[in-house]
């Protein structure tokens, strides 16, 4: 049975590939068949875009991303590529801007709110606007982790310590194996003098999980050590 396409998908499977078994050569000999075949196909504009993430080159990376985003633009897994390039160009107004005219669109995926919450929290005088963007996100996913613990960071640098420290503890909660989370936790508690709750926290964690993985007992050891209670540990 004849597939539609399926030497294209075949040539990007090897590059695939090659890209996995560090065969670069081999990589960039699919994608010149890719280019001398089907030039602008969104698969040979994945290819340049998985050649230029091999490579480090975020040039090439975003290159690739652009061309694929016209008739995509909405697609939260380009938009999401294209961040990570301008972030590895140092591009931060670019990002800004670009980011604003993506949240912005009709519809646009919450994530990208959360990008761009981030950004924005790196300046002290836009917290408020980056809160703002994260409780929009989170309108549309109430109980998304990475949302929350911005918004705790957030929280935290303002002054607000109670509420930063329930939504750490909720992020802990979501997201049971994450251990920097249980980590973030237990440092806001024992920053707020509250290291017995953590303490106790962790423990149920490890009564919990401790079967499956040691890493909850290591970050209780940790948390132990930090307390100087390493007989304890």
Request: aromatic share 8%; glycine share 4%; hydrophobic share 40%.
């Amino acid at each position: 049975l004849e597939l539609p396409e399926a030497d294209v998908y075949d040539r990007y499977h090897a590059l695939q590939v090659a890209l996995q078994e560090h065969d670069r050569a081999g990589a960039v000999r699919c994608y010149e068949g890719l280019v001398a075949t089907h030039p602008e196909h969104r698969l040979t504009l994945a290819a340049r875009g998985a050649l230029g993430r091999y490579d480090a080159n975020p040039h090439e990376a975003l290159a690739a991303v652009d061309p694929l985003l016209r008739p995509y633009p909405d697609d939260a897994r380009l938009q999401l590529a294209r961040l990570e390039s301008l972030r590895l160009l140092q591009r931060r107004e670019e990002r800004l801007s670009w980011l604003r005219q993506a949240c912005e669109r009709p519809g646009a995926d919450p994530v990208l709110r959360i990008e761009y919450a981030t950004e924005l929290g790196a300046d002290d005088r836009r917290i408020p606007e980056a809160a703002w963007h994260l409780r929009r996100a989170m309108r549309r996913r109430p109980l998304e982790p990475q949302a929350l613990y911005r918004l705790a960071d957030l929280e935290w640098r303002t002054g607000r310590r109670r509420s930063a420290l329930e939504l750490y503890r909720l992020v802990a909660c979501l997201e049971q194996f994450n251990e920097t989370y249980a980590r973030e936790y237990f440092l806001a508690c024992r920053w707020e003098k509250q290291s017995a709750a953590a303490l106790a926290f962790l423990e149920a964690r490890v009564e919990r999980l401790g079967a499956g993985s040691g890493s909850p007992a290591m970050t209780l050891c940790d948390a132990l050590e930090a307390l100087d209670r390493p007989q304890d540990a």
